[in-house]
Antibody, heavy 122, light 111 residues
Framework: QLKLQESGSGLVKPSQTLSLTCGVS??????????WSWIRQPPGKGLEWIGY???????SYNPSLKSRVTISIDRSKNQFSLQLRSVTAADTALYYC??????????????WGPGALVTVSS | QSVLTQPPSVSGAPGQRVTLSCTGS?????????VHWYQQLPGTAPKLLIY???NRPSGVPDRFSGSRSGTSASLAITGLQAEDEADYFC???????????FGTGTKVTVL
């Protein structure tokens, strides 16, 4: 059974960089056919797709966040990471990592991590 | 930044049928991109409920069904149960944003 687990700092100061890692177990991040994704949810609000990375290293980002986001992959550790620069209070959210099969152009997210709450505050 | 619109809330009595709508535009659902649905129970991560408009992952009861028409999609829950009380989100692809988009979410309340 595939499992994803987010880890990282739960408190980030304004203007600094948010960093999270998603560890993958029960499957290989090097497998063909999956996008490894980040999604966030502000408290009490809806879901926002942040971006994804393929095992080759190719990425796609939400245009509204693209200038501040980097998603990277560490195949040796079977994990992928999110960096969000110049954060503000508006970036306070529950951050989820998820897997998306690439079988269709409208990829869906079939496995999710439990989420990591990141608060931006001084 | 949700570009897919859902009603904020829907309610029904146990055993009833409820329908949740998801309205998009010509750059997402109207462009024939598939719609997917997620159920989010309180305090948990979203769970895939329907993929590819009307397909259920293994383990999802057949009480849940999806459809797509024009620039909208729907999720139907028949035989509503107390355990169905949750938030439901639709999701698709938007070619003007070149990325995945989610709906605003609907809270289902079982009366």
């Amino acid at each position: 059974q595939l499992k994803l687990q987010e880890s990282g700092s739960g408190l980030v100061k304004p203007s600094q960089t948010l960093s999270l890692t998603c560890g993958v177990s029960g499957g290989s991040i090097n497998s063909d056919g999956y996008y490894w994704s980040w999604i966030r949810q502000p408290p009490g609000k809806g879901l926002e797709w942040i971006g994804y990375i393929y095992h080759s290293g190719s990425t796609s980002y939400n245009p509204s966040l693209k200038s501040r986001v980097t998603i990277s992959i560490d195949r040796s550790k079977n994990q992928f990471s999110l960096q969000l620069r110049s954060v503000t209070a508006a970036d306070t959210a529950l951050y989820y990592c998820a897997r998306a099969p690439t079988t269709t152009d409208t990829y869906y997210f079939d496995y999710w991590g439990p989420g990591a709450l990141v608060t931006v505050s001084s | 930044q949700s570009v897919l619109t859902q009603p904020p809330s829907v309610s029904g009595a146990p055993g009833q049928r409820v329908t949740l709508s998801c309205t998009g535009s010509s750059s997402n659902i109207g462009a024939s991109y598939d719609v997917h649905w997620y159920q989010q129970l309180p305090g948990t991560a979203p769970k895939l409920l329907i993929y590819g408009n009307n397909n259920r992952p293994s383990g999802v009861p057949d009480r849940f069904s999806g459809s797509r028409s024009g620039t909208s999609a729907s999720l139907a829950i028949t035989g509503l149960q107390a355990e169905d009380e949750a938030d439901y989100f639709c999701q698709s692809y938007d070619n003007s944003l070149s990325g995945s988009v989610f709906g605003t979410g609907t809270k289902v309340t079982v009366l």
